[in-house]
Antibody, heavy 121, light 108 residues
Framework: EVRLVESGGGLVKPGGSLRLSCAAS????????MNWVRQAPGKGLEWVGR???????DYAAPVKGRFTISRDDSKTTLYLQVSSLKIEDTAVYYC???????????????WGQGTLVTVSS | EVVMTQYPATLSVSPGERSTLSCRAS??????LAWYQQIPGQAPRLLIY???TRAPGVPARFSGSGSGTEFTLTINSLQSEDFAVYYC??????????FGQGTKLEIK
């Protein structure tokens, strides 16, 4: 059974930092492309960024330079370091795996339950 | 960036009826399109990928169609558990993978 369990969310002041984690199990993590998607309260889904197997990363424009995605294949864990946080970064952050897809067909087939990051003074 | 537009924003349908949700891309995304269902308080769930392929475990009453810039998600014989928000997403051009703003399917 595929499981993605996020942790690390919380309340942080503007300008602050957090590190989100996603513990993965039940699939070949080392081969999977992993993503972070966020959802502001009452809003739609927004792709944050992706890390390929091997470690190459891509980011959405609103977070580029402030957020960093990394992975530890030995621990089958995905990370999202969020820095220089803004009020508008307040959202539930979902860890998303491409398990059955492929680099040519990278649909998001498994989602974690999400972790809430609240940016407020 | 490819902009995904979903319409209508809200759709009111009675249980047992059929609903049709639409998604338009600002440029062709071929068939690199997915549909997700999000029940309030839950994470999104993959329903359809490659525009028309049902994900494992998705009931046959869900079907997707389209290619290029126009896509449709059809739900036949609506069940109570189908009332949710539905998002389309293109993965033909990245970054970013862009989502539509969602269609809320509500009980009439």
């Amino acid at each position: 059974e595929v499981r993605l369990v996020e942790s690390g969310g919380g309340l942080v002041k503007p300008g602050g930092s957090l590190r989100l984690s996603c513990a993965a199990s039940g699939f070949a993590f080392t081969r999977a492309w992993m993503n972070w998607v966020r959802q502001a309260p009452g809003k739609g889904l927004e792709w944050v960024g992706r890390i390929k197997s091997g470690g190459a990363t891509d980011y959405a424009a609103p977070v580029k330079g402030r957020f960093t995605i990394s992975r530890d294949d030995s621990k089958t864990t995905l990370y999202l370091q969020v820095s220089s946080l803004k009020i508008e970064d307040t959202a539930v952050y979902y860890c998303v795996a491409v398990v059955n897809g492929s680099p040519a067909d990278p649909y998001f087939d498994y989602w974690g339950q999400g972790t809430l990051v609240t940016v407020s003074s | 960036e490819v902009v995904m537009t979903q319409y209508p924003a809200t759709l009111s349908v009675s249980p047992g009826e059929r609903s049709t949700l639409s998604c338009r891309a600002s440029q062709s995304v071929n068939t690199n399109l997915a549909w997700y269902q999000q029940i309030p308080g839950q994470a999104p769930r993959l329903l359809i990928y490659s525009a028309s392929t049902r994900a494992p475990g998705v009931p046959a009453r869900f079907s997707g169609s389209g290619s290029g810039t126009e896509f449709t998600l059809t739900i036949n014989s609506l069940q109570s558990e189908d009332f949710a928000v539905y998002y389309c997403q293109q993965y033909n051009y990245w970054p970013p993978y862009s989502f539509g703003q969602g269609t809320k399917l509500e009980i009439k």
